[in-house]
């Protein structure tokens, strides 16, 4: 369908929730949850991410989940730009503070993910986006439902079947024109009412026609164990492709007054010579991630004939060179480096260079990894003529190299 009117479209991810049905887990939250080796969250952005059809995305999380959201992003593919708010006390309030988020970055559209539908597929997004195009203000995915239904005394026993005709079971991504949920929303709010089951029972409260679009029968929402369990072996049952790149590199020393090593400037007598700022630790480790991935060494993308890179921080460098990584469906595992200088001493300097490792690649800390050693004297190292750099750089491909 052609679209009659182009849309500013955005997303709010719905992450706050405790998610007491699926149990207790070290992992935290369902949300955080590995399922093909990633939190259940990663699954949800990237598949909003993949659409590319998305405006600002907001995603709601509980205060006490900063960190676990942090590692999640770092496992996603393409590494979005997001804004993160805290959620309330229940959904709604969660979703409430979503949508003033999304207000406030200018989104006329609003689409409401659940963040444990990992599962949505850009075939049912370009559906919803296509009714509200058409001139729908909101618009509920939803599947006819199939199964029997009964319904029962508070004893447990049956009380009848209930026909099942013109019956849907919904699902997110719920979507509407932001300043018409927002007014029901903020209208919610202020009655008191707390106890609506989704947003599109919210827009039917205050008087919005809801249009339904066909859902996705695999657009779960995980919400036990059992789903967590077949959801893993489902995305495990895909190609895993684990690929480990290796990276050598070597600068020369001149008089100076200091040296950049994975990121940080160490002061000393000499300095590196290199067309950016040489520093031999990252030229490494990005050659050793472009390797996972069949792309070219470092000289390929940033030539030393480009005067654009005359003096530029190599963090340049190697965040290009995981984008690309990402852009493949990998995930940077583990980075590791080994410099071998007789001077200056990296020990003093190991913790930050991991900790500027770990911000650029976007992994935890225990994944980065930095060693030193001299070359006992011996050759150009040994003669303080140069600094060389070896590094090992493991990906994961979950569903396969793309």
């Known amino acids: 369908m052609q679209r009659e009117r182009e849309l500013s479209c955005g997303v709010v991810i719905v992450a706050a929730g405790r998610g007491e049905r699926a149990g207790a887990s070290t992992e935290g939250p369902k949300q955080y949850r590995r ?29 006490d989940d900063v960190t676990l959201l942090d590692s999640a992003l770092a496992a996603c ?30 989104a006329a559209y609003a689409l409401i993910q659940d963040g444990v539908r990992p599962f949505i597929d850009p075939d049912l997004l370009n559906r919803c986006l296509d009714k509200l195009a058409a ?28 026909s099942r005709d013109r019956l849907f079971a919904a699902q997110t991504p719920q979507c509407f024109a932001l300043p018409d949920i927002l ?51 489902k995305l495990n ?39 950016s700022d040489a520093d031999v630790a990252l030229h490494a480790l990005t050659d050793a991630l472009l390797a996972t991935c069949g792309a070219g060494d470092i000289g390929d993308h940033f030539p030393p004939s480009d005067n654009r890179w005359k003096g530029a921080a190599s963090r340049i460098f190697l965040e ?28 003093p300097h190991r913790e930050a260079m991991r900790h500027a490792l770990s911000d650029m690649l976007g992994i935890s800390l225990d994944r980065c990894s930095v060693k030193a050693t001299t070359n006992e004297k011996i050759g150009f190292v040994g003669r303080r003529e140069g600094i060389a750099a070896i590094a090992t750089a493991t990906v994961s491909f979950p569903g396969g190299f793309q």
């Open 237 to 275: 049952g895909r190609t895993i492709d684990v690929r480990t790149g290796n990276g050598y590199d070597v600068h020369q020393l001149v008089p100076g007054d200091g040296v950049t090593l994975c990121g940080i400037f160490l002061p000393h007598d000499q300095s590196l010579l290199g067309h």
């Open 183 to 233: 007014k029901a929303h903020e209208a919610a709010a202020i009655s008191g009412r707390s106890d609506f089951t989704d947003d599109a029972s919210i827009a039917e409260w205050a008087g919005l026609p809801v249009a339904l679009v066909e859902g996705s029968a695999d657009n779960v929402k995980l919400t036990t164990r059992q789903d967590l369990a077949m959801a893993d072996k």
């Open 77 to 106: 593919r393409l590494r979005p730009d997001i804004t993160i708010v805290h959620g309330g006390s229940t959904r709604q309030a969660s979703v409430l503070a979503g949508l003033r988020a999304l207000a406030d970055l200018g």
């Open 135 to 162: 001139g729908f203000n909101a618009v509920l995915p939803a599947i006819p439902v199939t199964d029997t239904l009964k319904r029962a005394y508070a004893s447990g026993d049956v009380l009848e079947t209930v």
């Open 35 to 63: 399922i093909g080796g990633r939190p259940v969250i990663a699954w949800t952005i990237d598949a909003v991410s993949d659409w590319g059809k998305a405006g600002p995305v907001v995603v709601v999380i509980h205060p």
């Open 320 to 347: 290009h060179a995981a984008g690309i990584v990402r852009q493949h469906g990998g995930v940077v595992m583990n980075a590791d480096i080994s410099l071998i200088a007789e001077a200056p001493k990296i020990g």
